[in-house]
């Protein structure tokens, strides 16, 4: 491949994105490198990488390089009758031409993407909307234009960082083609906010969260059962339903606690001054939560931590990314876990972050 060839292939990936994204075959755009906080008690993600917002500039180039690729593949994929198909041979002749891509590690999930139709993308890292409103503006329109088949562009955002943005903008950064913000609720409870240091009060997570809705943004929030320990766990259900009914966001998503090793959460697990729940008393708190929401949210378990299973062994909550639609399905919901509760769940040895 020649040096200008290997250039126009070049872009930058990201690590994470929510289990939703992963699934829709998202493509992944990197807005900024790392998170700007970066003090979650429970978070391992990026803890010694340093936060940088890059330019308006290295991001259309990723985009340029990624439209670049994916006409190379539509091209090759016609000329050998496949009609835009992305078949094996497709993929190996783009390989042959540029042996390098081989080892580009953002490779496989922009094959996917364009596989599965072009239709969603999840801008990284963690916290996109602490760009400059105009910047962030300028790579929407660009992103749209570049790929007409997109359908939904999201994103994780703080509660804080929404919250310090005016209406205006957030409105204009909507229009401009954000359609979903990921939010990391966690919790609604103060005093549990304060100790996993997430940086916002209950009453931050409420003003966050309605002024993206207001700002016309379809809003996900995520909760981690199990984040109060055997000591707390009934004012962090109870707090956390009270918030998300304050905010009643479109979904609300159960991530569980785990406590991973090198986080301050996990040193407080070792010392034993938080003790955790066992999977029936998980489920026990999950209950309260879910008699506690006055919602019309849809309610998922989408991630890999919500493991617990029924008497038959099989997942005990549907890991759909769209859930269950409440007020209507809350009492299947309940049913389930009293379900779980019968069936005397383990705690799994190995989980999926
Ligand atoms: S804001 Fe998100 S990425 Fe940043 S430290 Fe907290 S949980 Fe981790």
Same mark, same amino acid.
């Given at each position: 491949?020649?040096?200008?060839?290997?250039?126009?292939?070049?872009?930058?990936?990201?690590?994470?994105?929510?289990?939703?994204?992963?699934?829709?075959?998202?493509?992944?755009?990197?807005?900024?490198?790392?998170?700007?906080?970066?003090?979650?008690?429970?978070?391992?993600?990026?803890?010694?990488?340093?936060?940088?917002?890059?330019?308006?500039?290295?991001?259309?180039?990723?985009?340029?390089?990624?439209?670049?690729?994916?006409?190379?593949?539509?091209?090759?994929?016609?000329?050998?009758?496949?009609?835009?198909?992305?078949?094996?041979?497709?993929?190996?002749?783009?390989?042959?031409?540029?042996?390098?891509?081989?080892?580009?590690?953002?490779?496989?999930?922009?094959?996917?993407?364009?596989?599965?139709?072009?239709?969603?993308?999840?801008?990284?890292?963690?916290?996109?909307?602490?760009?400059?409103?105009?910047?962030?503006?300028?790579?929407?329109?660009?992103?749209?234009?570049?790929? =007409?088949?997109? %359908?939904? @562009?999201?994103?994780?955002?703080?509660?804080?960082?929404?919250?310090?943005?005016? +209406?205006? *903008? &957030?409105?204009?950064?909507?229009?401009?083609?954000?359609?979903?913000?990921?939010?990391?609720?966690?919790?609604?409870?103060?005093?549990?906010?304060?100790?996993?240091?997430?940086?916002?009060?209950?009453?931050?997570?409420?003003?966050?969260?309605?002024?993206?809705?207001?700002?016309?943004?379809?809003?996900?929030?995520?909760?981690?059962?199990?984040?109060?320990?055997?000591?707390?766990?009934?004012?962090?259900?109870?707090?956390?339903?009270?918030?998300?009914?304050?905010?009643?966001?479109?979904?609300?998503?159960?991530?569980?606690?785990?406590?991973?090793?090198?986080? =301050?959460?996990? %040193?407080? @697990?070792?010392?034993?001054?938080?003790?955790?729940?066992?999977?029936?008393?998980? +489920?026990? *708190? &999950?209950?309260?939560?879910?008699?506690?929401?006055?919602?019309?949210?849809?309610?998922?378990?989408?991630?890999?931590?919500?493991?617990?299973?029924?008497?038959?062994?099989?997942?005990?909550?549907?890991?759909?990314?769209?859930?269950?639609?409440?007020?209507?399905?809350?009492?299947?919901?309940?049913?389930?876990?009293?379900?779980?509760?019968?069936?005397?769940?383990?705690?799994?040895?190995?989980?999926?972050?």
């Amino acid at each position: 491949m020649s040096s200008s060839t290997a250039e126009k292939y070049s872009f930058e990936t990201g690590v994470y994105r929510p289990p939703s994204e992963g699934g829709n075959f998202s493509l992944l755009v990197r807005l900024t490198r790392n998170c700007p906080w970066n003090r979650c008690g429970f978070c391992s993600m990026y803890k010694s990488e340093k936060f940088e917002v890059r330019s308006v500039a290295q991001i259309k180039q990723d985009i340029d390089a990624m439209a670049f690729i994916c006409n190379d593949l539509s091209e090759i994929s016609h000329r050998l009758g496949h009609g835009g198909q992305m078949t094996r041979d497709t993929v190996m002749e783009l390989f042959n031409k540029a042996p390098e891509l081989n080892y580009h590690q953002g490779l496989s999930m922009l094959f996917q993407w364009f596989a599965a139709g072009g239709k969603t993308v999840f801008l990284q890292d963690a916290n996109s909307l602490i760009m400059k409103t105009d910047d962030l503006v300028q790579v929407l329109q660009y992103l749209r234009k570049t790929f =007409p088949s997109i %359908e939904r @562009v999201t994103t994780y955002a703080r509660s804080k960082t929404i919250s310090r943005k005016s +209406l205006d *903008e &957030l409105t204009a950064i909507e229009q401009a083609g954000l359609n979903r913000l990921h939010v990391g609720l966690e919790t609604g409870d103060d005093g549990l906010l304060k100790i996993i240091k997430k940086g916002v009060t209950a009453q931050g997570h409420i003003k966050g969260g309605q002024k993206a809705l207001e700002a016309g943004f379809q809003l996900s929030e995520y909760w981690m059962p199990g984040l109060g320990g055997k000591k707390f766990w009934k004012d962090h259900a109870t707090n956390t339903a009270k918030v998300l009914n304050a905010i009643n966001p479109h979904y609300i998503r159960s991530r569980p606690f785990y406590a991973l090793p090198g986080t =301050p959460l996990h %040193e407080q @697990v070792q010392a034993e001054t938080l003790e955790l729940q066992s999977p029936n008393e998980l +489920l026990t *708190e &999950l209950k309260l939560t879910m008699q506690t929401l006055d919602v019309t949210s849809k309610v998922c378990f989408d991630h890999a931590g919500n493991y617990w299973k029924n008497r038959q062994g099989d997942l005990l909550l549907s890991h759909s990314y769209e859930g269950y639609q409440f007020p209507n399905e809350k009492q299947v919901v309940l049913d389930l876990i009293e379900q779980g509760l019968a069936a005397r769940n383990r705690r799994p040895i190995i989980r999926n972050l």
